[in-house]
Nanobody, 117 residues
Framework: QVHLVESGGGLVQAGGSLRLSCAAS????????MGWYRQAPGKQRELVAT????STNYGDSVKGRFTISRDINTEYLQMNSLKPEDTAVYYC??????????????WGQGTLVTVSS
């Protein structure tokens, strides 16, 4: 079993910053990819950012404002210049190879980010 635990969400004014964290634990042999997705009310879940072997990928709406990083089994999302349209539940995601060898995709429980105008 693998668990992802997110933290760092909350309420912030437009133009402010927040930092999300996601810690992975369990029978992990290797974390292949970690990422962040978000879902706003009435909208589909969308990509925020992913990180694979140090290579990063960002959704168009957050490029230049958000930065994803990773330290062993924890990933971070630094969010700057936040806008009201960034309001959503943010989900941590990981593709993990377990011990014994089995690869699966895992999701966190989500953390709410609210940006006030």
């Amino acid at each position: 079993q693998v668990h992802l635990v997110e933290s760092g969400g909350g309420l912030v004014q437009a133009g402010g910053s927040l930092r999300l964290s996601c810690a992975a634990s369990g029978n992990i042999f290797r974390i292949n990819t970690m990422g962040w997705y978000r879902q706003a009310p009435g909208k589909q879940r969308e990509l925020v950012a992913t990180i694979t072997s140090g290579s990063t990928n960002y959704g168009d709406s957050v490029k230049g404002r958000f930065t994803i990083s990773r330290d062993i089994n924890t990933e971070y999302l630094q969010m700057n210049s936040l806008k009201p349209e960034d309001t959503a539940v943010y989900y941590c995601n990981a593709v993990v190879t377990l011990i014994p060898l089995e690869t699966l995709e895992v999701w966190g429980q989500g953390t709410l980010v609210t940006v006030s105008s």
